[in-house]
């Protein structure tokens, strides 16, 4: 069983750049989650995707968008990129349902490091 | 809103001391809540979770916690602390207004000495 891969480890970019970022689900998941890890700070959620379809987000700007493929991989895209961006982005895979009780474990990729210059 | 605070944002103990990880949680619902585990440059591995079965929670590595509602607190303990248990400690809740989000602690850094 595979689990939860993410890609690419580590990126550099500068202000103002767009990124893309991307996000492997375990076998057999259908949910995927995503979160911002400042240093010294606890992951922040950013959205969740169920079956290709944005189910929850939370207090990040417009600029931070996200897709779910059929397959149930995901990717999360930043415009206009901030310093304050610089962050490790988490990507979470879980089996869920549509307005989920919350039960479900979330099994975590090993991040991206973003640094923006 | 649901929200976790983590006292003490760096606990140490000795090897084969108790390891204690404090977690108060605030929830208008009943709570679903986890401890998460994360390594230097890796990402987060449960622990454990509760949700609302036995109050008493095992998790893998010899990690338990113990859920009082009257406390609202979710507090992990091991009773022996090995040397690999260094690490930082997330405590979690699910959110049930933003799909199933996690709302995590600031983290507890252990740090385990021989």
């Known amino acids: 069983e595979t689990g939860v891969t993410q890609s690419p480890t580590h990126l550099i970019k500068t202000r103002g750049q767009q990124v893309t970022l991307r996000c492997s689900s375990q076998?057999?998941?259908?949910?995927v989650s995503w979160y911002q890890q400042a240093l010294g700070q606890g992951p922040q959620f950013i959205f969740q995707?169920?079956?290709?379809?944005?189910?929850g987000r939370g207090n990040f700007p417009p600029r931070f968008s996200g897709l779910q493929f059929p397959n149930y991989s995901s990717e999360l895209n930043v415009n206009a990129l901030e310093l304050d961006d610089s962050a490790l982005y988490l990507c979470?895979?879980?089996?869920?349902?549509?307005?989920?009780?919350?039960?479900?474990?979330?099994?975590f990729g090993p991040g991206t490091r973003l640094l923006v210059l | 809103a649901q929200s976790v605070t983590q006292l003490g944002s760096h606990v140490s103990v000795s090897e084969g001391a108790l390891v204690l990880l404090r977690c108060n949680y605030s929830?208008?619902?009943?709570?679903?809540l986890f401890w998460y585990v994360q390594y230097p440059n890796q990402g987060l591995q449960l622990l454990l979770k509760y949700t609302s079965a036995a109050t008493l929670v095992k998790g893998i590595n010899g990690f338990e916690a113990e859920f009082k509602k009257s406390e609202t607190s979710f507090h992990l303990t091991k009773p022996s602390a090995h040397m690999s248990d260094a690490a930082e400690y997330f405590c979690a809740v699910s959110s049930n207004q933003a799909g199933t989000a996690l709302i995590f602690g600031k983290g507890t850094t252990l740090s385990v000495s021989s």
């Open positions: 979470a895979s879980s089996l869920g349902t549509w307005g989920g009780r919350g039960a479900e474990t979330q099994y």
């Open positions: 076998s057999g998941h259908n949910t």
């Open positions: 929830s208008s619902v009943p709570p679903y």
């Open positions: 995707y169920y079956r290709e379809e944005e189910n």
